[in-house]
């Protein structure tokens, strides 16, 4: 089976290094198969003969925090679920503008929170325009506000058992 895993609070801001050669190479010692990365922020496409998503995501958080030292929250979703979702395009209804930013954000569980959508942000700068199963889809308009703050909600309303990527990000993650 062909997994994506998201790795949360990687190689921000100069924290949490991980090079993407070292995470190549472990994960391949691990038994991986096939194993890639894309960009620098830990999103790692990798074959897995292990079938269930719970399992495969605690197995490697636990290599990976014996590895590099401090712990990694991973997030893992199929190649399936991932096309799913590009093939859906949430934003094709949105009008686009160089101050918009498209954002996917992967939750490990289904949100315990109901909210009304669109959920827009106090300073309108952010808002969630869908919540499909364990994965939200939003739109930050940083001409209004800051990445920060929208990341900010994302956490008050559905927890730190999140990470978050740009569309374009997803996208290059299924090529």
Request: with cysteine; aromatic share 8%; net charge neutral.
């Amino acid at each position: 089976m062909t997994l994506i895993a998201f790795l949360r609070g990687i190689n921000v801001g100069g924290n949490h290094k991980v090079p993407m050669a070292d995470l190549r190479s472990k994960m391949t010692d691990w038994g991986y198969e096939n194993v890639k990365t894309i960009l620098n922020s830990g999103n790692v496409v990798f074959d897995c003969r292990q079938t269930k998503l719970p399992t495969i995501e605690a197995t490697l958080e636990a290599q990976l925090s014996e590895a590099f030292g401090f712990p990694i929250p991973v997030i893992l979703r199929t190649k399936d679920e991932i096309a799913d979702l590009v093939r859906d395009n949430p934003f094709e209804k949105i009008e686009m503008h160089s101050d918009l930013r498209l954002y996917v954000s992967f939750l490990k569980t289904q949100p315990n929170v109901s909210i009304s959508l669109p959920f827009i942000s106090d300073d309108s700068s952010f808002q969630i325009l869908a919540i499909r199963n364990c994965d939200i889809v939003s739109v930050l308009d940083v001409s209004k506000g800051k990445t920060v703050n929208g990341m900010n909600d994302l956490e008050k309303l559905f927890g730190k058992n999140i990470t978050t990527r740009n569309w374009n990000t997803i996208i290059k993650v299924l090529q």
